[in-house]
């Protein structure tokens, strides 16, 4: 079954670090760009990173609300990719997503969709 | 912050059709896809819609979406109760510079 889960979540303080790791399962990570999302409560989805397969050069982009302070990245051989949180706040506490990317070619332009996603991992940030 | 707008909630009975309307701008929607995404209680997003209009293997076809100019639609027929949950559009974000989503404000459906 094809699935992704997150995993490292927890309670910490303010300007404390944090990593959280999304591992996939039934699939190759290394075939596909990933991202990471996050929900605080009684909001909408918010995406934060983004990174590309390390066949299409790997580079990375972020939200302006984490850039800066977080940081993505992935490891293909063990199936994960990362997101390193420095510098938390409380308002960076929320329930934390990743997804599977999907590259979408089209004449002269692509885009990417996501098609799996885990069930996330809470993050609380508090003193 | 979002920058695609949705209704907060639209409502129906079982059976019943409801749209979900996604107003965004020439720089989003109005120069990409957009997709669509189903978000219950205690599950993992899912993805309804790609490409404006396509479903995914296994998405029921009482599923639909449209696209025209800066705005985008997704439709859900034949209602049932297991279609409560939060609804969200996204497109991609070429003005980055690697690129990233982004989603409209979410709509939650409720069966009546």
């Known amino acids: 079954e094809v699935q992704l889960v997150e995993s490292g979540g927890g309670l910490v303080q303010p300007g404390r670090s944090l990593r959280l790791s999304c591992t996939a399962d039934?699939?190759?990570?290394?075939?596909?760009?990933m991202s990471w999302f996050r929900q605080t409560p009684g909001k909408g989805l918010e995406w934060i990173s983004f990174?590309?397969?390390?066949?299409?050069?790997?580079?990375?982009d972020y939200a302006a609300s984490v850039k800066g302070r977080f940081t993505i990245s992935r490891d293909d051989s063990k199936n994960i990719a990362y997101l390193h949180m420095n510098s938390l706040k409380t308002e960076d506490s929320a329930v934390y997503y990743c997804?599977?990317?999907?590259?979408?070619?089209?004449?002269?332009?692509?885009?990417?969709?996501?098609?799996?996603w885990g069930r996330g991992t809470t993050v609380t940030v508090s003193s | 912050q979002s920058v695609l707008t949705q209704p907060p909630s639209v409502s129906a009975a079982p059976g019943q059709r409801v749209t979900i309307s996604c107003s965004g701008s020439?720089?989003?929607?109005?120069?990409?896809?957009v997709s669509w995404y189903q978000h219950l209680p205690g599950t993992a997003p899912k993805v309804l819609i790609y490409?404006?209009?396509k479903r995914p293997s296994g998405i029921p076809d009482r599923f639909s979406g449209s696209q025209s100019g800066t705005s985008a639609t997704l439709g859900i027929s034949g209602l049932q109760t297991g279609d409560e949950g939060d609804y969200y559009c996204?497109?991609?974000?070429?003005?980055?510079?690697?690129?990233?989503?982004?989603f409209g404000t979410g709509t939650k459906v409720t069966v009546l």
């Open positions: 997804s599977r990317d999907v590259l979408v070619p089209k004449l002269h332009s692509y885009y990417y969709y996501m098609d799996v």
């Open positions: 039934g699939f190759r990570l290394g075939d596909y760009a």
């Open positions: 990174i590309r397969r390390n066949a299409y050069g790997g580079s990375t």
């Open positions: 020439s720089s989003n929607i109005g120069k990409n896809y």
């Open positions: 490409d404006n209009d």
């Open positions: 996204g497109t991609w974000d070429s003005s980055l510079t690697t690129g990233g989503h982004v």
